[in-house]
């Protein structure tokens, strides 16, 4: 069964930037599209960046600039790094394959403050 697991969250000022990380096992990662999601309290996981296996990347508007996306084939790990971060940018961030396992990962919290 395949497994994810984020890492890297936490509370930042506005302004400041941290990396999210999300390991992946029980699957071949390398030949998998993925992609980063936030949650937030009353809102629907929102699609915030995707990275295919060949290395194109696609963000949503409200991240564009912000944020990249990327990933290490070899550690089955994709990556969010997140600068400039506002306080719209809080909420629990996930990772999934595109399209979507059924299973989630826990998550990990993102808190901007103002």
């Known amino acids: 069964q395949v497994q994810l697991v984020e890492s890297g969250g936490g509370l930042v000022q506005a302004g400041g930037s941290l990396r999210l990380s999300c390991v992946v096992s029980?699957?071949?990662?390398?030949?998998?599209?993925m992609g980063w999601y936030r949650q937030t309290p009353g809102k629907r996981r929102e699609f915030l960046a995707r990275?295919?296996?060949?290395?194109?990347?696609l963000y949503d508007a409200s991240v564009k600039g912000r944020f990249t996306i990327s990933r290490d084939n070899v550690l089955n790990t994709v990556y969010l790094q997140m600068t400039s971060l506002k306080p719209d940018d809080t909420g629990v961030y996930y990772c999934?394959?595109?399209?979507?396992?059924?299973?989630w990962g826990q998550g990990t919290q993102v808190t901007v403050s103002s």
């Open positions: 999934n394959r595109i399209p979507e396992y059924e299973n």
């Open positions: 029980g699957s071949i990662f390398s030949t998998e599209d």
């Open positions: 990275i295919t296996s060949g290395g194109s990347r």
